[in-house]
């Protein structure tokens, strides 16, 4: 729904300035009415731009940078019981304003098989806890993650103006490891910032769970 509140301001605002103006104006010559309208027509352009600029830049901050984000996962066996893995970040600037990449993190942790202290902290707790997220060091982030052990990670940071992606266009990023041939379900959590100052930190992640024989879930 199209919010008419400005709109409405606007008109009720106008209509105050035109009655100011015209009121005084009754007695005047009718040349005088040219530099009224003239007058009040500049008015109105310099709030119909005001106007402009609150809904471009403040109400749908079109200021600031919009992306979307999604992985491209392959991997291959490659002998010694060990996967080459390939994580393919897609990434896409769907907002209006030029993105610069300043630093990219991705995290891979083993889901299954289930590691030591993951079945550890299962047996040890209650239903009722594990239902709830209440298990010390196997929950976090106030018990909405479960803490999956971390079986690599890379941490890139590039330059002003390195990694540049315009508006409408995509960029492929991408990041190799090699996994143990046993791991049967990963965790992929990605994280990009932008490199200019806002008047906060901009970012934009991404996590999946990606099951080596069943392909991506």
């Known amino acids: ?12 605002v106008c209509t105050i300035i035109l009655i100011f103006l015209i009121g005084p104006a009754v007695k005047y010559p009718a040349e005088d009415w040219v530099v009224i309208l003239k007058t009040f027509v500049e008015i109105v ?36 019981k060990r996967i080459y893995l390939s994580v393919v ?32 902290y299962i047996k040890k707790s209650s239903p009722e806890d594990l239902r709830n997220g209440q298990v010390a060091k196997m929950f976090v982030d106030k018990g909405r993650q479960i803490s999956w052990p971390e079986i690599g990670y890379r941490i890139c940071e590039w330059n002003d103006g390195e990694i540049l992606i315009e508006p409408g266009e995509t960029e492929e990023i ?24 806002w008047k906060s930190d901009i970012g934009w992640k991404l996590t999946s769970l990606y099951d080596f024989e069943r392909r991506k879930l």
């Open 174 to 197: 991408q990041f190799d490891f090699i996994v143990d041939e046993n791991i049967e379900t990963i965790e992929i959590i990605t994280y990009f910032q932008d490199a200019r100052k």
């Open 89 to 120: 970040v897609l990434f896409v600037n769907s907002g209006k304003v030029l993105i610069s990449l300043k630093r990219g993190t991705v995290y891979i942790r083993q889901v299954r098989p289930l590691t030591t202290d993951i079945k550890n």
């Open 45 to 80: 352009a310099v709030i119909m731009g005001g106007l402009w600029t609150y809904l471009t830049f403040i109400k749908n901050r079109l200021e600031y940078p919009y992306a979307k984000i999604e992985h491209k996962i392959h991997y291959w066996h490659i002998g010694e």
């Open 1 to 12: 729904m199209v919010d008419r509140t400005p709109f409405v301001f606007i008109t009720v």
